[in-house]
């Protein structure tokens, strides 16, 4: 039985494969064209030096030995089994369909590697990635982790995304055709956006019917554009009260079916700016059970596409 009022992706994990599995984190050395000359050349607003990936992944390792070294710490830690090799930092989409063959491929012969999950842009998944996807999705256990981090085209602006919702659309319909597992990444407490906009996002993470989502807590980080516009005084973070009603009003719009990957944000220690708060994982993860308790409602109850 699911021991929270809202589906969370690890318990779904431990009931498909029977025990749980770990995500572990590689670098796979992509970079990402929204760091280009071409487009806003630092990329977007909130993104660090590391590509909003884990910080720590060894890059300069190959993808077999990431992989051996994350499974060691894993086992260590949880006396775990089996894993998915999570292709996180940058755009892992964002090369010749040969080369990202040849990385998902090393990535899966890594005994105990039992699924793929690959981070990228909306704008970094042409029908030709798709097909290669598809094929993948046939071997392994595989989620496209897509971020779209706002359904409104004036944030993903303010962000300097350098894609529209349109193109999340188009990405989110290619792969839906082909059966494979969305899981799209959102930002809550975005500057410009308010409450009801907010919970739009949610609405249509609803109507596409989408299968996971991961929520993010609007965190600022030294070193990223956004860090700067904080400094300056010109950025303004939400408090955990404010997030913990939002967060459970969000899940409340989801689909019942939708998986919850992650549910807060999680700043590296040494660079966040704010809010420091977040860094208490484990209180705002109980706040937010705490709080569907006080309401007596669950993912979904107030959602408009059930
Ligand atoms: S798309 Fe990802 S890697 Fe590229 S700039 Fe934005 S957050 Fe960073």
Redesign the pocket.
């Known amino acids: 039985m699911n021991p929270k009022p809202y589906r969370v992706y690890s318990h779904f994990l431990k009931q498909q494969f029977g025990h749980r599995v770990h995500k572990i984190s590689v670098d796979a050395g992509f970079t990402?064209p929204?760091?280009g000359e071409t487009r806003s050349g630092s990329?977007?607003l909130f993104?660090d030096p590391n590509?909003?990936g884990a910080t720590g992944i060894a890059r300069r390792l190959s993808i077999q030995d990431q992989l051996e070294h994350g499974k060691e710490i894993m086992r260590r830690k949880y006396k775990a089994k089996e894993f998915i090799a999570y292709f996180q930092?940058?755009?892992n989409t964002y090369a010749p369909v040969e080369t990202l063959r040849r990385y998902y491929d090393e990535a899966l012969k890594v005994d105990g590697i039992v699924g793929l999950a690959i981070g990228t842009?909306p704008d970094c998944v042409a029908p030709e990635v798709l097909e290669l996807l598809a094929e993948y999705n046939q071997r392994t256990d595989l989620w496209l982790e897509l971020?779209l981090q706002s359904c409104h085209d004036s944030s993903l602006e303010f962000l300097r995304?350098g894609h529209d919702y349109a193109a999340f659309l188009e990405a989110a319909a290619g792969a839906q055709e082909r059966g494979i597992r969305l899981c799209v990444h959102v930002i809550l407490g975005l500057p410009g956006e308010n409450h009801a906009q907010m919970l739009e996002t949610a609405d249509e993470m609803a109507r596409l019917h989408i299968d996971g989502v991961k929520i993010h807590l609007l965190h600022i980080l030294a070193g990223t554009a956004l860090g700067e516009m904080y400094t300056d005084g010109n950025i303004d973070v939400l408090d955990q009260d404010e997030y913990v009603s939002l967060a459970v009003d969000f899940i409340e719009r989801l689909h019942p079916h939708t998986l919850i990957h992650r549910l807060t944000g999680d700043g590296p220690r040494d660079t966040l700016l704010a809010p420091l708060w977040s860094l208490n994982k484990w209180e705002v993860l109980n706040a937010i059970d705490a709080t569907f308790a006080q309401r007596g409602s669950r993912q979904g109850s107030r959602c408009r596409y059930a």
């Open positions: 990402c929204n760091r990329g977007c993104c590509g909003s930092p940058f755009s842009r971020g995304r």
